[in-house]
């Protein structure tokens, strides 16, 4: 009989550990915290500070002690699980949420798929398997519209202490949902063959990104373009289908990489100021609504990912402020003023001259 006991209490034991992902060390210290508090509040007494229980792994069998003096009461097994059911419990939960934050820890910065559970206000709360996470407003895409059970791609951000406690911040509008959702399309990216070196995104209108190869023959923009374009494609499809996507080789040299990062614009002149780390582009008058974008937002991603502050210029207006440059100045002579007694004699003058006439 007691062998049985004794299986069956290790039997739920190991299976509430499993079950909630957590140690049975965890476990055995609730179950005492409970048992101890259901004994302070139905026995009272003096000295409760150094009342300590022990239980037997084995049995389940609990004790009380003070200063090592048995003082269990009779019939206390049975008050003390009525009483602490609903603290084990709670501490249990309290263990697994511990748990599965500490999991979820170890996933920053990385995608999960999740569906769209239900809204919190302007929050989005989110099933991510054995957690929720919380999308707020700042991370959400402004141009998508989200449904109750829809599916979709999240980045992990962080995990942040609220008022409600510790939450799982999940993102549609980070950068790196896009890096990793390249990660997991293009097996280049994923095995290092090709290394994304900069990206600026404005989530819902327009990501750039700079790629390189570290291996010979391996072509980066075509690897992460894909066959027809139906790797990108599928990136484009994952963030809602209205977001567009520059992929452009990142360079070493400042020039080559400012007239990279201002496609779809081309035939571009770069001039550089090293100092104050500013450029000049010179843009054809064709290319220049392209180089600026919709509100500037070419320019402005460009700027974001090279790290350069860019000026756009078209190339005819610069041939003529330099063409004024160049011409000379027509300087106008002083008017000299005119005495009283030069005037004087002047109209003597006129005068006699009319009289001769």
């Not at 496609?263 to 100021?273: S, T």
Request: aromatic letters at 4%; glycine letters at 6%.
């Amino acid at each position: 009989m007691p062998a049985t006991v004794r299986s069956e209490f290790a039997l739920a034991l190991n299976q509430v550990a499993t079950e909630r992902g957590i140690e049975i060390t965890v476990v055995l210290e609730t179950i005492k915290a409970a048992i101890l508090a259901a004994y302070r509040k139905d026995y009272g007494g003096k000295d409760l500070e150094k009342v300590e229980v022990s239980i037997n792994p084995d049995s389940g069998e609990a004790k009380v002690y003070l200063d090592k003096k048995d003082i269990t009461p009779p019939g206390f097994g049975r008050i003390a699980a009525q009483t602490a059911k609903q603290v084990i419990l709670q501490r249990i939960r309290e263990a697994e949420k511990k748990a599965i934050i500490t999991d979820y820890s170890t996933r920053i910065n990385t995608i999960i798929n999740g569906m769209v559970l239900r809204f919190d206000n302007k929050n989005i709360i989110v099933d991510i398997g054995r957690a929720e996470g919380v999308m707020p407003p700042q991370e959400q895409t402004p141009n998508e519209h989200y449904r109750l059970n829809q599916r979709l791609a999240f980045y992990i951000e962080g995990v942040r202490q609220t008022m409600r406690g510790e939450e799982i911040i999940v993102s549609r509008s980070h950068k790196g949902l896009v890096s990793n959702l390249f990660r997991r399309e293009v097996p280049e990216v994923a095995n290092g063959a090709v290394e994304i070196k900069e990206m600026a995104r404005e989530a819902g209108n327009r990501t750039k990104i700079a790629v390189i190869s570290t291996q010979s023959g391996v072509d980066p923009v075509g690897s992460c373009v894909g066959q027809k374009g139906v790797r990108v494609q599928a990136i484009i499809s994952e963030l809602g289908g209205v977001e567009k996507i520059d992929i452009i080789q990142w360079s070493e040299d400042p020039k080559l990489f400012i007239q990279s990062s201002l496609a779809p614009a081309k035939d571009i002149e770069v001039i550089l100021n090293d100092k104050k780390k500013t450029a000049i582009a010179l843009v054809p008058d064709e290319q220049l609504s392209l180089a600026i974008g919709k509100e500037g937002q070419n320019v402005r991603l460009a700027a974001k990912l090279t790290g350069w502050k860019i000026d756009i210029k078209s190339k005819s207006q610069e041939a003529l402020d330099n063409l004024e440059k160049k011409e000379p100045k027509v300087l106008k002579s002083p008017l000299i003023p005119v005495s009283k007694k030069t005037k004087s004699v002047n109209n003597k003058r006129s005068k006699k001259a009319k009289k001769n006439g």
